[in-house]
């Protein structure tokens, strides 16, 4: 699975979900989390740029969402948990509490997108997000990002798109309707 993992990371940096070293990604295999380690971009990823890690257990290397991954794939079935941070999403969580999104695919896959928030590391966040993405699938935090989960990284990768495009089309929806371009 690690070749699935290498190409979500290209994936998510085609879409301009992640930039620089923002994000991380992982997947599951029995008692074991493989995942990025910190610090890694996720467009050029390689083999050795992944840890394997033992649920419940840390390492300094692995992603500091390491606890976040861990505590989703604890309450779900999901074997693969994307982190990313695309910038409508993002900039829309520093001004709303939530959305109803506008789009079709919004409407129909998303219903609602809230905008969680807590402490960067702590176990309140990592509970908040597992949750979420418990009963929606995805979860965004508050000036950092969006996280999905899904059987394998497309679906994963699928819900992330969904909900930055959703936040796009709703940022763009606004700004023209201030701008009352009609």
């Not at 861990?70 to 509490?97: M, N, P």
């Amino acid at each position: 699975m690690i070749e699935e993992a290498i190409d979500a990371g290209r994936r998510l940096a085609e879409q301009h979900l992640v930039d620089g070293s923002s994000g991380n990604l992982s997947y599951r295999n029995g008692i074991r989390i493989t995942i990025t380690k910190t610090g890694v971009m996720l467009d050029r990823l390689r083999p050795d740029d992944f840890i394997e890690v033992e649920m419940g257990k840390s390492d300094s290397r692995a992603s500091s969402d390491l606890k976040v991954h861990q505590k989703i794939y604890e309450k779900t079935g999901f074997r693969a948990v994307i982190h990313c941070h695309g910038s409508y999403s993002v900039a829309l969580s520093l001004i709303e509490d939530e959305i109803v999104p506008v789009d079709l695919e919004g409407t129909v896959f998303l219903k609602k997108i809230r905008f969680i928030e807590g402490r960067f590391g702590s176990d309140e966040i990592a509970e908040k997000i597992s949750d979420e993405i418990k009963s929606s699938g995805f979860a965004v935090v508050r000036g950092h990002g969006i996280y999905t989960a899904g059987k394998d990284f497309d679906e994963a990768l699928k819900m992330a798109g969904f909900v930055e495009h959703s936040c796009k089309v709703y940022y763009l929806t606004k700004l023209f309707s201030l701008l009352d371009m009609r």
